[in-house]
């Protein structure tokens, strides 16, 4: 069975810093896809980015940036210049069909 | 554009209750999938609709049941609640991939809180 686990249930960054965020995950397939999700207070799960395993090059979206080391099962996300509203619960999903199988989350605190 | 739409926000029963949860999927989908977040903990998943049959279930009991209506919109019952039924209910909505078993992204509404006393 697939299983993601998130190793830091809390950190913590200084505006305008960078900081990153760990995930691991177990898995017999080849094809899959991962994500990171925010859950910010209001509780509405957003994608933040998405993962391909069979590309090479890791995703980024704005500040936003990913290590994909397949070989590790390593999904590590980074977030530069760190903004007040990055602060949330962060999950690391996983999905090869349909479902999403999610970590414990880390939650992210920003200070001013 | 509407993204993923739920109703109600909140909601408390009784232990022994039933309770319907309602979701509307982003505009252009047509699968929807059901998450329970106890916590302080991760989504769950619950079960996937798509063309209105149930297409995969996870490790819950049978009672909890869905629909999915012709408008792709989707529905999740829960029987004889029990208190720790009590969570967050995420529905998420995507697009089938050449209708085979994937979807693309899945996209989340805000939820449901559900407390059961």
């Known amino acids: 069975a697939q299983t993601v686990t998130q190793s830091q249930p809390e950190m913590s960054v200084q505006e305008a810093e960078t900081v990153t965020l760990s995930c691991t995950y177990d898995t017999s397939e080849s094809d899959y896809y991962l994500f990171w999700y925010k859950q910010p207070p209001s509780r509405q799960m957003i994608l933040v980015i998405r993962?391909?395993?069979?590309?090479?090059q890791n995703a980024t979206e704005n500040r936003f940036s990913v290590n994909f080391q397949k070989a590790a099962k390593s999904f590590s996300l980074k977030i530069s210049d760190s903004q007040l509203g990055d602060a949330a619960m962060y999950f690391c999903?996983?999905?090869?069909?349909?479902?999403?199988?999610f970590g414990t989350g880390t939650r992210l605190q920003v200070f001013p | 554009d509407a993204g993923v739409t739920q109703s109600p926000t909140h909601l408390i029963k009784t232990r022994g209750q039933q309770v319907t949860l309602r979701c509307s999927p982003k505009?252009?989908?047509?699968?929807v999938s059901w998450y329970q977040q106890a916590l302080g903990q991760g989504p769950q998943f619950i079960f996937q609709y798509y063309e209105e049959e149930e297409r995969q279930r996870g490790n819950f009991p049978d009672r909890f049941s869905g629909h999915q209506f012709p408008n792709y919109s989707s529905e999740l019952n829960v029987n004889a609640l029990l208190l720790g039924d009590s969570a967050l209910y995420l529905c998420a909505s995507s697009l089938a991939i050449d209708r085979t078993d994937r979807t693309d992204t899945q996209y989340f509404g805000p939820g449901t809180r559900l407390t059961v006393l």
């Open positions: 505009s252009g989908h047509d699968t």
């Open positions: 999903a996983y999905s090869n069909t349909d479902k999403l199988i």
């Open positions: 993962q391909e395993a069979y590309k090479q």
